[in-house]
């Protein structure tokens, strides 16, 4: 009886262990939940928004494209207008992650406001004359612009293409009254267009971008009334390393080709 009791207690003492233990599986999901959570990770940057002049419309697009190619998920957002008014949306506190002005006077109040990065001139751009493809004001040079019964159209002068004009026409020793002032380039460009203006100040770049819609006449005196084109990642960008890459991207060669297809010189 003895012997029968120790061998119950034998046998009962084997099954104890074997409930106590697990199978490696077990174990492993055991020790995974007994692992302390790591802190989630910073969500990746994707989405860029680039602040820049009118005039880098078309360039700033297509490099755009190029940009969401390369960095797969990114999206980039353009603010295109007169960098007068980009620069005082930025110092204002709006959220912009890069900053392409049409002149350093404009990007000097973003940097002196302490909110631009590093800034480098990647372009420069002169102005032409444009004129319907008809030239009706039969414009052949700066001075004929000077003739009353030519309506032109100018920049503002707080803008960069108003103050080339100026710049410009100063040179010249000329005087023009313009029936409007646009608040940006591609404004002034519009009013040729559609054949509101006899001609108008703009850039050469936007005279090759009409594609045909407006004849482009060079003058000597644009020489003298270049704008340098300053970019820079700006301080409080939501997106600094994306910022920084497409920066990178228009200082790049493949940069470079695209803007000085579309007529801007280099610096």
């Not at 046998?11 to 692992?35: E, N």
Request: charged share 15%.
């Amino acid at each position: 009886m003895l012997k029968r009791l120790s061998l119950i207690a034998a046998v009962a003492s084997v099954f104890a262990l074997g409930a106590c233990g697990s199978s490696p599986a077990d174990s492993g999901a055991a020790r995974a939940s007994a692992a302390p959570a790591t802190s989630a990770s910073a969500p990746a940057e994707s989405e860029l928004t680039v602040f820049a002049a009118a005039s880098l419309t078309g360039t700033f697009t297509e490099l755009g494209k190029q940009f969401e190619a390369a960095h797969p998920g990114s999206k980039v957002t353009f603010n295109f207008g007169s960098s007068a008014t980009l620069a005082q949306q930025i110092t204002q506190g709006a959220p912009a992650d890069v900053f392409a002005a049409a002149s350093p006077a404009t990007m000097k109040t973003v940097a002196d406001a302490g909110l631009a990065g590093a800034q480098t001139v990647f372009v420069r751009n002169k102005l032409e004359i444009a004129v319907p493809p008809d030239n009706p004001g039969k414009v052949e040079n700066l001075k004929d612009l000077t003739d009353p019964k030519v309506k032109v159209a100018l920049c503002a002068e707080q803008v960069p293409c108003g103050a080339a004009a100026i710049k410009a026409l100063d040179a010249a020793g000329l005087k023009v009254t313009p029936v409007t002032l646009e608040q940006d380039v591609k404004a002034t460009l519009t009013k040729v267009q559609l054949g509101e203006v006899d001609a108008a100040l703009v850039y050469q770049t936007d005279v090759i971008a009409s594609a045909g819609k407006v004849t482009g006449i060079p003058f000597p005196e644009a020489d003298r009334a270049i704008n340098d084109y300053p970019i820079a990642p700006l301080a409080k960008a939501p997106s600094p390393a994306l910022a920084q890459q497409f920066v990178e991207l228009v200082l790049s060669q493949q940069g470079r080709d695209v803007l000085t297809k579309a007529g801007f010189e280099a610096p």
